[in-house]
């Protein structure tokens, strides 16, 4: 059964840092594209970063260019590093994969970022 779950997520200062997880179990995360998404209460969910298969290519939003970086360390686990955090940036996160036509989402980790 293919799962994704993340971790990570808490209260944080602006300023500060968090490195968010996204662990993988029934399937080879490494042969496949991952890409992280935040919701903010009110907003629609969007596209923060993706990382592809080999972790060769990264993209980033606007948004997060500068302050975010994805990389993934072996078969199981892609990271956010979330350096530099705003208010803004307060939102559920979650990693995303298509695998073999179907897409699969975790259940997504709490950032808030608040003095």
């Known amino acids: 059964q293919v799962q994704l779950v993340e971790s990570g997520g808490g209260l944080v200062q602006p ?63 892609v990271y956010l590093r979330m350096n530099n955090l705003k208010p803004e940036d307060t939102a559920v996160y979650y990693c995303y994969a298509f695998i073999r036509s179907y897409s699969y989402w975790g259940q997504g980790t709490q950032v808030t970022v608040s003095s």
């Open 15 to 77: 300023g500060g840092s968090l490195r968010l997880s996204c662990a993988a179990s029934g399937f080879t995360l490494d042969y496949y594209a991952i890409t992280w998404f935040r919701q903010a209460p009110g907003k629609e969910r969007e596209g923060v970063s993706c990382i592809s298969s080999s972790g060769g290519t990264t993209n980033y939003a606007d948004s997060v260019k500068g302050r975010f970086t994805i990389s993934r360390d072996n078969a199981k686990t």
